[in-house]
Antibody
Framework: QEHLQQWGAGLLRPSETLSLTCAGS????????YSWIRQPPGKGLEWIGE???????NYNPSLKSRVTISLDRSKSQFSLRLTSVTAADTAIYYC???????????WGQGTLVTVSS | DIQMTQSPSSLSASVGDRVTITCQAS??????LNWYHQKPGKPPKLLIY???NLEPGVPSRFSGSGSGTDFTFTISGLQPEDVGTYYC?????????FGPGTKVDLK
């Protein structure tokens, strides 16, 4: 059964860098587009950005200065880096893949990242 | 950014009821709209893409319609496993934006 496994630090201090990685199951990553979306606890969804198989990225302008999404095809993984985090970045972070541009159709289970001093 | 609104924000319905959720975009998004369902503690699941296309494997009681700025999502006969929150999402313009969600529970 298809599975997206994601991992990374769950507790950060303000000004640190958030780093999360997402990998496909069985050593392969299906899809053509790979996204990160976040959800503050009890709130709605916020799109962070997307990378395609060719490495082209689209980012949310509200985060663009702090965000990098990268793809390592040799490892069937993609990653999120978000610099200079604050408490406002506390959220469940989801990775997702899709076969259509900007339409993620399968999501990882999510990683709760808490930013606190 | 394109603002997405949904109504109602929450609803209670009985098993077998027809449930309708509306989503409105602040500007024309053609048919670039998805619908997702999220159960508590779980990631969202894509149900409908391009406003009216059923994602493979999704039951046919789910449907979507609309184009431009006004969209409708319908469950033709609510089942217990359908409780949760439903989100619309536009992807005509960057950044991708989601509606605030409609919480559906059983009466």
């Amino acid at each position: 059964q298809e599975h997206l496994q994601q991992w990374g630090a769950g507790l950060l201090r303000p000004s640190e860098t958030l780093s999360l990685t997402c990998a496909g199951s069985g050593g392969s990553l299906s899809g053509s587009f790979y996204s990160w979306i976040r959800q503050p606890p009890g709130k709605g969804l916020e799109w962070i950005g997307e990378i395609n198989l060719g490495g082209r990225t689209n980012y949310n302008p509200s985060l663009k200065s702090r965000v990098t999404i990268s793809l390592d095809r040799s490892k069937s993984q993609f990653s999120l880096r978000l610099t200079s985090v604050t408490a406002a970045d506390t959220a469940i972070y989801y990775c997702a893949r899709g076969y259509r541009l900007l339409a993620p159709d399968f999501w990882g289970q999510g990683t709760l990242v808490t930013v606190s001093s | 950014d394109i603002q997405m609104t949904q109504s109602p924000s929450s609803l209670s319905a009985s098993v077998g009821d027809r449930v309708t959720i509306t989503c409105q975009a602040s500007q024309d998004i053609r048919n670039y709209l998805n619908w997702y369902h999220q159960k508590p503690g779980k990631p969202p699941k894509l149900l409908i893409y391009d406003a009216s296309n059923l994602e493979p494997g999704v039951p046919s009681r789910f449907s979507g319609s609309g184009s431009g700025t006004d969209f409708t999502f319908t469950i033709s006969g609510l089942q217990p496993e359908d409780v949760g929150t439903y989100y619309c999402q536009q992807y005509d313009n960057l950044p991708v934006t989601f509606g605030p969600g409609t919480k559906v529970d059983l009466k």
